[in-house]
């Protein structure tokens, strides 16, 4: 709208959310003392305000003297967190793989955190070294490598320890597999899975080649003790990968795959192939608020307009109906329900067109997260090889206390 | 690794080796919730150095203690976290086992009625016969 000069009065647009904020305030319902934030700055505090374009108010106010204008502490004692702090398990899979909880009470920052940790720094086993003695097959020799080191492993890997540059690879370091498959001529294409690679407890089969042929033959690995002594974990149970019917490769006929994997410790942030889960994510829990009463025809156009079906219809009685919030947890911000005009239809500079009226608040609640976490691990959920995701968070936070001491071990 | 200045301790930037966001931004968060802290924050020089560094400013405590305090404090708060996650878990387990426990009950007695009906129809039949 344009100001004309030297008349000094400029038309604000009203939106109408403000006016129906507005009609509503009532200054009898304001506390005698106000205490706490004003209702619109705790809105920006702990909500992202998901608008048609883009959200605002994405970045928690950290910083704990923000609000002492108005005489308001923002800071997180720990006895208050202690008390707030909440975690809900939604829902744990047969298996126990699969994992969902809710974290209620907790800064995005420090959730954060165990994400970080939890996908990058807990260790797990990998093949590292393919030591490839004959493949005749059409999958080169450093493809055939790399979905070997892909392949994920059954076994606790609190129990063995980092093998560096330096280090022999010995029983407590490495986990050593044999792959022998052959496709005769004659046969039909043969697919090679996981469940054909053969743990080999007492080392390495295969001979290091030296110079001096009177010297005892030495393998790829010196191992003292077979692994089948040394870990009584593993005494009847054979380490397997986790899932016996991965496709490592195919051969054709007269095709013929010979190698030796060695696996190793390690963690997802050197390699993707140490990851610990195969799916883990969180959001921020939606909170779907309707702003004004969408009733009869329109209820039928907001309930079809989203597609996770977030909204549901009320009846009122007299053939009247409402639309309520049914299950703001499945919102996925599509906005589907935001870009539709409703309302009457009134001539805006002449032009007829339906007036945009804002029905539904989207919004982000900042301190309560929704985690679902999948891990990958053995299928025997019995042995020491399954690490479910629950044991997971624990050794995550774990790590992350151990950094926490060391941060401060080196301050003092 | 912390320079600062030797007159006035209040204020420090440190370095931490071997560090990435993992750690730094829990820190920066703690660090913001203490009063006494007027400025903190981190910054990571080059993504393939790891090594962050992180910077201080109090109210007149010396940096190092009030790191130190945030440190511990983070420290505190995971072990609760833990804690409370393990608790949850293992309460959602009991009531998983009990609700499915039930759930067996109920199927063995609808089995049993079942059972019950089909014999006194087969007693029906014999009468019949």
């Known amino acids: ?412 | 690794m912390e320079h600062g200045s030797f007159t006035n301790d209040s204020f420090a930037s440190f370095t931490l080796a071997e560090e990435d966001h993992t750690l730094a931004n829990a820190v920066r968060f703690m660090l913001n919730q203490d009063p006494r802290v007027t400025f903190a924050g981190y910054s990571i020089p080059h993504p393939s150095l790891e090594c962050v560094n992180v910077r201080v400013q109090t109210t007149g405590d010396p940096a190092r203690e009030v790191l130190k305090d945030a440190c511990q404090e983070l420290m505190l708060m995971n072990r609760h976290v833990r804690s409370v996650f393990d608790k949850a878990v293992s309460e959602f387990k009991v009531e998983q086992a009990r609700l499915a426990a039930e759930e067996e009950k109920n199927r063995k007695a609808e089995e049993e009625e079942l059972k019950k009906q089909r014999d006194l129809l087969a007693s029906m039949d014999i009468e019949s016969d």
Not at chain 1, 76 to 85: A, D, R, W
Not at chain 1, 201 to 229: A, F, H, W
Not at chain 1, 274 to 292: F, G, K, S
Request: charged share 25%; aromatic share 8%; glycine share 6%.
């Open chain 1, 1 to 412: 709208m344009a100001t004309k000069e030297g008349e000094g009065e400029v038309k604000k647009i009203v939106t109408e959310e403000e006016k129906t904020f507005a009609k509503n305030f009532n200054i009898m319902d304001l506390a005698d003392i106000p205490t706490g934030l004003p209702p619109h700055l705790q809105l920006q505090r702990t909500r992202v305000l998901c608008k048609n374009d883009a959200p605002i108010h994405t970045a928690s106010v950290v910083y704990s003297g923000a609000y002492n204008g108005v005489g308001v502490d923002n800071s997180v004692k720990l006895e208050n967190f202690s008390e707030n702090f909440k975690v809900d398990v939604i829902e744990i899979s047969n298996d126990g793989m699969e994992l969902t909880f809710d974290m209620i009470g907790i800064d995005a920052a420090s959730y954060n955190v165990f994400f970080f940790v939890f996908t990058m720094q807990l260790p797990t086993m990998a093949f590292e070294k393919v030591f490839i003695a004959n493949n005749t097959s059409i999958v080169q020799d450093e493809v055939l490598a790399q979905r070997m080191g892909l392949v994920p492993i059954a076994a606790d890997p609190k129990l063995f320890e980092y093998l560096s540059e330096n280090d022999q690879p010995n029983e407590k370091n490495t986990i050593v597999f044999k792959l022998h498959a052959k496709c005769a001529k004659g046969e039909g294409r043969k697919k090679v899975l996981t469940k054909e690679l053969i743990w080999l407890p007492k080392g390495s089969e295969l001979v290091k080649e030296s110079g001096d042929p009177n010297s005892k033959p030495k393998t790829y690995t010196s191992v003292s003790r077979s692994q089948e002594e040394s870990f009584p974990e593993f005494t009847d149970n054979p380490i397997t990968p986790s899932y016996p019917d991965i496709l490592i490769a195919k051969l054709g006929p007269g095709h013929e795959i010979e190698l030796e994997a060695h696996a190793v410790k390690g963690i997802g942030k050197t390699h993707a192939k140490w990851l610990p889960v195969a799916t883990a994510w969180y959001r921020m829990l939606p909170e779907v608020i309707l702003l004004r009463e969408v009733e009869d025809e329109d209820t039928e156009r907001l309930v079809e307009a989203c597609p996770e079906k977030v909204f549901d219809i009320e009846d009122m009685g007299n053939g009247r109906k409402r639309a309520t919030v049914a299950w703001p947890r499945n919102c996925t911000l599509c906005r589907q329900c935001v870009r539709e005009n409703y309302g009457e239809e009134v001539k805006i500079e002449g032009i007829q067109r339906e007036k945009w009226i804002e029905n539904v608040a989207l919004r982000r609640v900042k301190n309560h997260f929704i985690f679902l976490l999948f891990a990958f691990l053995s299928v025997k959920i019995e042995s020491t090889g399954s690490l479910p995701p629950d044991v997971l968070f624990t050794e995550a936070v774990k790590i992350l206390e151990d950094k926490c001491e060391r941060v401060i071990a080196n301050l003092s």
